[in-house]
């Protein structure tokens, strides 16, 4: 079998075309297709999977099935919405990596096919560069940071702190050991018997809660780095604990634990923010991914801005999760900077932000 790769764009005469980019994304349980022009997004349509709920958790094989249903539909939705014809796309973007691989092959094939057959350029996205990026996204309520700055991303599989010095030069500064934060969440929640998923919940009670009312420890863990498996342990051993004295501890005090897990959690990440502005003299911080809808980090991040006068870019709900457009304002950028790739390429379960 041959592939053919063609690259046909001169990149001088981009900046006066219009661009289209139908962005596709499925690295885990979120089937999602967008349509931006230029930088501007027209449609962003996102179809969950309630499915996973029954389990806990996200089970691959469910999530991959989910998604060849719901590509095409979504697909279509997402064009009819911005009121586009495929005729008219200028190149597909789509998430290699990193995610499930059953999910990202879904996205992946369905990608290469789009672009193959509408005769049109592929360009393939770091999911968690995505993240970052998506603050470029043109939006009313939403300024882009100025480059460099420091970007946190928090998502249920990855915990990492990076200094972007331009769209696609980034260097991570410090990442999670072992669990991300969102998992810290997500584990917290069910040891306390809360539906998944669980982080959005414990955020719920936290905000009637007392941050202090219970204790945890917070890992010590050189430079930037982050470490989230021992403070899940030592939740499950306290509640084991407590509701062996009472059964009923949880149901009497759910808010309070959930609001002293959340305060500890919020000052592990704070913690080494405060260390990373030190060190690179850097003050505009921004968030990305999943976890960065939590209210109290937010809140924080808020604070932050009126205590230690840093500029804090916080998105916009839609873009926190799972989403296209941030893989469309991606495929943007390396579509006016001629970044293009062939049918040949693959999805990658493990996929560095800086490779």
Not at 47 to 69: N, T
Not at 219 to 237: C, M
Not at 318 to 327: K, L, V, Y
Request: charged fraction near 15%; include cysteine.
């Amino acid at each position: 079998m041959f592939y053919l790769c063609i690259s046909i764009f001169i990149p001088n005469t981009l900046e006066k075309e219009t661009i289209y980019i139908l962005a596709i994304e499925s690295s885990c349980d979120d089937t999602s297709v967008a349509v931006l022009q230029n930088d501007t997004m027209l449609s962003n349509v996102v179809a969950s999977q309630k499915i996973h709920e029954e389990y806990g958790g996200v089970v691959p094989e469910l999530a991959s099935r989910a998604h060849q249903q719901n590509i095409v539909p979504v697909t279509t939705q997402a064009l009819a919405r911005a009121n586009i014809d495929k005729k008219q796309l200028s190149a597909i973007a789509f998430t290699r990596g990193p995610g499930l691989m059953g999910s990202l092959l879904v996205g992946t094939s369905f990608a290469k096919s789009l672009a193959l057959a509408l005769d049109i350029p592929l360009i393939e996205v770091n999911h968690m560069q995505a993240h970052i990026l998506a603050h470029f996204i043109k939006t009313e309520n939403m300024a882009p940071p100025a480059f460099p700055f420091i970007a946190l991303t928090i998502s249920g599989g990855h915990t990492q702190i990076v200094k972007v010095n331009d769209y696609f030069e980034m260097e991570i500064l410090g990442q999670t050991l072992d669990d991300a934060v969102g998992e810290a969440f997500d584990k917290s929640a069910k040891i306390l018997g809360l539906p998944y998923p669980g982080g959005p919940l414990i955020d719920k009670y936290a905000a009637k809660g007392n941050p202090n009312a219970f204790e945890f420890p917070k890992p010590k863990v050189k430079d930037l780095n982050f470490s989230f498996s021992g403070l899940k342990t030592s939740i499950l051993y306290f509640i084991q604990k407590q509701t062996a004295q009472n059964p009923n501890f949880i149901q009497e005090n759910l808010e309070d634990i959930c609001a002293s897990i959340q305060y500890t959690i919020i000052n592990i990440l704070m913690s080494k923010l405060k260390k990373a502005v030190k060190s690179t003299g850097i003050n505009r911080i921004a968030i990305g991914g999943g976890v960065s809808a939590n209210s109290g980090i937010r809140s924080a991040l808020k604070d932050a801005e009126n205590e230690l006068g840093w500029t804090t870019y916080i998105p916009n709900f839609e873009f926190c999760t799972d989403n296209a457009g941030m893989i469309g304002i991606v495929g943007y950028y390396k579509f006016k900077s001629n970044q293009f790739t062939g049918q040949e390429i693959s999805a990658k379960a493990r996929y560095n932000l800086t490779s």
